[in-house]
């Protein structure tokens, strides 16, 4: 069972990155999944959440900028950042939850800087 995130890297101020994370060894379609994110010296937030059947809720820094979505035939999840900020920049990790089952991945780095 894994979860691998990718498309991190370095953006300017207004850019934008879209993640992905990949599932293996489990189906993510009765997975909750959702990306969190932690930037250096600070704790591990929620970016955004989408429930297994597509609702999808997002914290309040990333609403209107952040979407999330899910495939779940290929099992993955993508997160769509638009319009960063050098506050957006932390490691961003995926998670999948289902009742007393949880993974995550190592995290991908996203740093916003000129």
């Known amino acids: 069972v894994q979860l691998v995130e990718s498309g991190g890297g370095l953006v300017q101020p207004g850019g934008s990155l879209r993640l992905s994370c990949a599932a293996s060894?489990?189906?993510?379609?009765?997975?909750?999944m959702s990306w969190y994110r932690q930037a250096p010296g600070e704790e591990l937030e929620l970016v955004a959440r989408?429930?297994?059947?597509?609702?999808?809720t997002y914290a309040d820094f990333g609403t209107g900028r952040f979407t999330i979505s899910r495939d779940n035939f290929e099992k993955k999840v993508f997160l769509e950042m638009t319009n960063l900020k050098f506050e957006d920049t932390a490691v961003y990790y995926c998670?999948?939850?289902?009742?007393?089952?949880?993974?995550w991945g190592e995290g991908t780095q996203v740093t916003c800087s000129s």
């Open positions: 060894g489990f189906s993510i379609r009765s997975y909750d």
């Open positions: 998670y999948a939850g289902w009742g007393d089952n949880a993974y």
């Open positions: 989408i429930s297994r059947f597509g609702s999808a």
